[in-house]
């Protein structure tokens, strides 16, 4: 069976560092995108960026280019998503998504990792 | 930036009805489009990818059509658990979400 399971929720102040992680099984980890979406409250979906753990590209969308940073480990069949700086306006869930049998659409989702940045 | 426009933004309708929701991409995304359904409080799921194949596990009565910049997806009769938030997304030129359609019970 197919996982991604996300590590637990989260609750920072600004101007700290994150990071949080998704570890996949029951699929070639290596063999797939992993990527990250988020949600933040009431609203709808954002895609932030992927990567193929294989050779390590990585993708990022315009709008999350330089805020954050997506890597993984073959080893531990584990993507990572991190901050150096949190803000206020990070606050959100945050889901990891794979494309497995189906490329470059995510037919598996983590079950989401929720952030909280606040003072 | 390819931008996705649903519509509507809400749709009330009862069990056993059918459900019409509508994306708009702003340029081409051939048929580069898929479906997900958010229940409350859930993770998406992929209902539909590459504008009409239903996932794995998906039922029939979901549906997808569209090429270009016009995509539809139709539920032809309304469960309980289809009251939900779907989004369409595209991957034709990098991705990106619609705002979402809200489907909820009458």
């Known amino acids: 069976e197919v996982q991604l399971v996300q590590s637990g929720a989260e609750v920072k102040k600004p101007g700290e560092s994150l990071t949080i992680s998704c570890k996949g099984s029951?699929?070639?980890?290596?063999?797939?995108?992993i990527g990250w979406v988020r949600q933040m409250p009431g609203k709808g979906l954002e895609w932030m960026g992927f990567?193929?753990?294989?050779?390590?590209?990585?993708r990022y969308s315009p709008s999350f280019q330089g805020q954050v940073t997506i890597s993984a480990d073959k080893a531990t069949n584990t993507a990572y998503l991190q901050w150096t700086s949190l803000q206020a306006p990070d606050t959100a869930m945050y889901y990891c998504?794979?494309?497995?049998?189906?490329?470059?659409?995510?037919?598996?989702w983590g079950q989401g990792t929720l952030v909280t940045v606040s003072s | 930036e390819v931008v996705l426009t649903q519509s509507p933004a809400n749709l009330s309708l009862s069990p056993g009805e059918r459900a019409t929701l509508s994306c708009r991409a702003s340029?081409?995304?051939?048929?580069?489009l898929a479906w997900y359904q958010q229940r409350l409080g859930q993770a998406p799921r992929l209902l539909i990818y590459?504008?009409?194949t239903r996932a794995s596990g998906i039922p029939a009565r979901f549906s997808g059509s569209g090429s270009g910049t016009d995509f539809t997806l139709t539920i032809s009769s309304l469960e309980p658990e289809d009251f939900a938030v779907y989004y369409c997304?595209?991957?034709?030129?990098?991705?990106?979400f619609g705002q979402g359609t809200r489907l909820e019970i009458k």
């Open positions: 990567i193929y753990p294989g050779d390590s590209d990585t």
């Open positions: 997304q595209q991957r034709s030129k990098s991705i990106t």
């Open positions: 340029q081409s995304v051939t048929s580069f």
């Open positions: 998504a794979a494309g497995i049998a189906v490329d470059n659409f995510f037919d598996h």
């Open positions: 029951g699929y070639r980890f290596s063999s797939s995108w």
């Open positions: 590459d504008a009409s």
